[in-house]
């Protein structure tokens, strides 16, 4: 299956468009910066681009998965979040290093800051992990209700929101 990869760098004046064969279902995207974009996909599929949208290199994590989050730190840090399990980059890509976190729970939200903090939300709690993912803590139980969105701030600061106008921080 063809996709379609669009760009603009003056606003959105202009636009360019670029087609890669992904042949699955594309979940988000990373950019960082105007030349470079990861989007993570089914089995275990992440596309990166380097060079605006023109090429794309094909990285597959396992080919059991579905990645739903991808996120690089710096040039050389990254991870993917699937459904239960998260893999973690030192090297830009090149190898990847698996993490797991509790079976139990899949993220409906996700956020990061510097130094490698990762916050995963769901039915109310949060699992956090301070080392890019090597290991995972999750914190007691906020309430019943189901978290939507999250800001991670920084390693102590994160706001989250939930059903009915609900916030924490």
Request: net charge negative.
């Amino acid at each position: 299956d063809e996709m379609e990869f669009y760009a603009t760098s003056d606003g959105g004046q202009l636009w360019s468009v670029s087609q890669f064969n992904a042949n699955s279902s594309l979940n988000n995207l990373f950019v960082m910066d105007n030349l470079t974009c990861w989007i993570p996909s089914n089995f275990g599929k992440v596309f990166k681009t380097a060079d605006g949208g023109q090429s794309w290199d094909t990285i597959v994590i396992d080919p059991g998965l579905i990645n739903y989050e991808v996120h690089l730190y710096d040039s050389m840090h990254g991870i993917v979040l699937a459904k239960n399990s998260s893999y973690t980059t030192y090297d830009c890509g090149e190898t990847w290093y698996e993490s797991l976190y509790p079976s139990t729970f899949y993220f409906e939200a996700c956020g990061f800051s510097d130094g490698g903090n990762i916050c995963l939300l769901n039915d109310g709690k949060i699992l956090n992990s301070s080392d890019f993912g090597n290991s995972w803590n999750m914190d007691e139980v906020l309430t019943d209700k189901d978290f939507r969105a999250v800001a991670r701030l920084s390693q102590n600061e994160v706001i989250v929101a939930g059903d009915n106008g609900l916030m924490f921080k």
